[in-house]
Structure formats: structure tokens, C-alpha cells
């Protein structure tokens, strides 16, 4: 079946160092999605992708798709400690809107 | 009301026991889901409603039941689990227009089931 991997599976990071995760799809996909899940909490929506080539940003954050629609960056410019959970990215699993997660990447930021 | 709300939070329950998940939105999506997270690991699909119909379930053991009686409640009974059962249950709805398959989910807060 369909399989999102993600890497690295974990990032320790000192506080205003930038940090990078990166997932790849042996299949092109029609979208990408990034998901955060702080310490004890639930994933949480933080984009999609959908566009050959795509990047978009959210203050320190920066969504890459690339151009064949294979793989999927997020980037964190200067981390800070609120930064600190897990980051999926999921890929469509089929008709029903349901997601293939990547195994995620635990941040950790050290102050 | 951009909320999905879970109960209760936390359970422990026997295996003979007989429990449910309560999951509730209000923002007139369609498309409802059951996910089990374990630690340290990510999400892995369980079951999805459409339009209060289910059309997916991934091979999931007859002792989880679910049930939709309506378009904002998803349901999941819990009848002779296992031990390795334990972990968080988390719901989330998806706003599913024209059947297109794309969109965000919205999880819930998640329930910590542990099996005793």
C-alpha cells in the first residue's frame, strides 16, 4: 500500500537554530498535509499543499511541495521553545478523504 | 465552532467491560473518523463515516463498534479488550463537499484508553 516516510524521526535543536523534516511518497500524490501534535496533545492542521512546486509560509515556517509531487519539506527559521511536538505529514489514503501519516518528526528545543 | 469534543478523556476499563467513545461536532462536516495512536508513533485509521454511513474499516477487531446516529456523533463501543488495546482514540471530521477528498481534519482532544 501507499506509504508517506518521513525523516529524521527525531531533532534536538538549541533555541534560534533552524530545523527541517522531510517526507517522500514513492507515488505522486495529489496532496500533501502537515500536522503539529504538542506533548499530550492532538494533531493539529497546519496546511495543505496541493500544487506542483508549491511553498508557502506561515511566519517562521515554510511549506515546500515538490515539483514532481513526491516530496514535502517543512522548515522552522529560528525555533523557539513553543515549537517543541511532533511534525506529520500526511498523504491521501483513498476516496474517503482518510490520511496516510509519515511517522513524524519529535522536536525537542533546547532553551 | 471550529471544535471536535471527546468524552471522557481518560478511561480504565477491565476486559469484560463494556465502555464507549462519545465524539461531537457542530461544524456540519461529513465525513467523521476513528483513529488509534499509540506512543510515539502516528495516527493509524480505524474506521470512516460519510454522510453517517461507514465506508471504511481497516480490519479492525469486532470488539470495536462503531456507530454514527447522526451527522455531528460518532460513537465507539468497546466490548473484550485487550490489553494491548491501550492507547489514545482520537476522532476527527472532515468537511467533505461535493465528495472531494480533500481538506483538513480536525481531530479531537483524543480519549486514553488503558485496558486492565
Known amino acids: 500500500g501507499q506509504q508517506v516516510m518521513q525523516i529524521p524521526q527525531y531533532q534536538h535543536v538549541q533555541e534560534g537554530e533552524d530545523f527541517t523534516t522531510y517526507c517522500n511518497s514513492s507515488?505522486?500524490?495529489?496532496?500533501i498535509q502537515w500536522y503539529k501534535q504538542r506533548p499530550g496533545g492532538h494533531p493539529v492542521f497546519l496546511i495543505q499543499?496541493?500544487?506542483?512546486?508549491e511553498v508557502k509560509k506561515q511566519k517562521r515556517l515554510t511549506f515546500q511541495f515538490g515539483e514532481a509531487k513526491k516530496n514535502s519539506s517543512l522548515h522552522i527559521t529560528a525555533t523557539q521553545t513553543t515549537d517543541v511536538g511532533t511534525y506529520f505529514c500526511?498523504?491521501?489514503?483513498?476516496?474517503?478523504?482518510?490520511?496516510?501519516f509519515g511517522k513524524g518528526t519529535k522536536l525537542s528545543v533546547k532553551p | 465552532d471550529t471544535e471536535v469534543t471527546q468524552t471522557p478523556k481518560h478511561l480504565v476499563m477491565g476486559m469484560t467491560n463494556k465502555k464507549s467513545l462519545k465524539c461531537e461536532q457542530h461544524?456540519?462536516?461529513?465525513?467523521m473518523y476513528w483513529y488509534k495512536q499509540k506512543a510515539k508513533k502516528p495516527p493509524e485509521l480505524m474506521f470512516v463515516?460519510?454522510?453517517?454511513?461507514?465506508?471504511i474499516n481497516e480490519s479492525v477487531p469486532s470488539r470495536f463498534s462503531p456507530e454514527c446516529p447522526n451527522s455531528s456523533l460518532l460513537n465507539l463501543h468497546l466490548h473484550a479488550l485487550q490489553p494491548e488495546d491501550s492507547a489514545l482514540y482520537l476522532c476527527?471530521?472532515?468537511?467533505?463537499?461535493?465528495?472531494?477528498?480533500?481538506?483538513?481534519?480536525?481531530f479531537g482532544p483524543g480519549t486514553r484508553l488503558t485496558v486492565t
Open positions: 476527527a471530521s472532515r468537511q467533505d463537499l461535493f465528495g472531494l477528498a480533500k481538506g483538513e481534519q480536525y
Open positions: 507515488t505522486t500524490l495529489s496532496n
Open positions: 499543499l496541493v500544487k506542483s512546486g
Open positions: 500526511a498523504g491521501p489514503g483513498g476516496s474517503q478523504g482518510n490520511l496516510i
Open positions: 461544524m456540519g462536516h461529513r465525513a
Open positions: 463515516y460519510s454522510y453517517e454511513k461507514l465506508s
